[in-house]
């Protein structure tokens, strides 16, 4: 897919995510929002072997959510690569659901259970070295929050990641300012990201995670040789596209009323007639 193609597709995930958080009254929308197209990106362009003809692709690159609790971005992405049903999608936050409000292994396409913050990073390392040494050449691409970034596994984790030379490892922060708190900096400081990921012997790359040309050209720029792995800091808004959530904290996990929802969706479908025009 081109850029203007994998932007639309960005968009009507973005329009299905507001609906399906609306029906289920619940959600962390903003934290959706803000890292929906790095996932458009990955699952539609970047990330090779992945398909729900073959779900367990031994050659399949390999994706942990570890900030689970925006699993919904997850499932509306899924969705559009075919491995979850819209009729499944819509029993989100039903009784009997096979879809929690975190990633569990009962849906087709998710790797690892996650959401206990600071766990993706050391799953992704234990994947990344596996493949080291299967001999396989498989990519592990690992999600994180930067709320999530005070807890003490992800810089255990890191220096394994070093030791073992994991340039077939990627992860990624969700560098949106915001958590459930308020902002990241004023809860728990983590900047400057670039110097203490460098420390730690990481290949580190700054992004516009909310520019979809920026993000192709970022992750087609990584060199999976240079015997690093590597850390994208993912520059990002929260609440990416529905313009009275951008940067705002309380829709870490606002809930959309009708008139909202119905004001959300108009925006996005304003912006796909636009994007089609071009």
């Known amino acids: 897919m081109n850029t203007k193609e994998l932007q639309i597709l960005a968009e009507k995930n973005r329009k299905r995510l507001v609906e399906v958080v609306y ?23 970047v990330m090779r072997g992945i398909s ?13 959510l570890s900030k689970g609790h925006c699993v919904e971005a997850l499932y509306v992405t ?46 992704g390392i234990g994947m990344a070295i596996a493949a080291k040494m299967d001999k396989k050449d498989y990519r592990t691409f690992v999600l994180m929050g930067d709320g999530e970034q005070g807890e003490g596994s992800i810089y255990e984790a890191a220096m394994a990641g070093s030791k073992y030379q994991l340039d077939n490892l990627v992860a990624i922060i969700d560098r949106n300012h915001l958590q459930i708190s308020g902002n ?17 012997g990481w290949d580190v790359i700054d992004m516009n995670g909310d520019d979809m040309d920026d993000i192709l050209k970022t992750f087609h ?15 990002t808004t929260k609440g990416k596209g529905v313009s009275f959530m951008e940067g705002i ?27 089609n025009e071009k």
């Open 78 to 123: 899924l969705e559009a690569k075919g491995f979850l049903k819209p009729e499944v999608l819509d029993t989100l936050g039903k009784f009997g659901s096979i879809l929690s409000g975190h990633p569990t292994i009962e849906v087709p396409g998710i790797e690892v259970n996650s959401g206990a913050l600071g766990h993706g990073l050391p799953i």
């Open 23 to 45: 029906e289920a009254h619940a959600g962390h929308i903003g934290g959706d929002l803000s890292c929906l197209n790095v996932m458009t990106a990955l699952y539609f362009d």
């Open 249 to 275: 904290a309380k829709w870490h996990h606002g809930v959309l009323n009708e008139e909202q929802c119905r004001e959300a969706v108009k925006e996005i479908e304003e912006r796909i007639n636009k994007l």
């Open 184 to 200: 990241t900096e004023d809860v728990m400081p983590i900047d400057s990201i670039r110097e203490r990921w460098t420390a730690f």
């Open 221 to 235: 720029a990584i060199d999976y040789t240079n015997k690093k792995p590597h850390l994208i800091v993912s520059d």
């Open 52 to 64: 729900p003809d073959h779900v367990k692709n031994p050659d399949r690159d390999r994706f942990v």
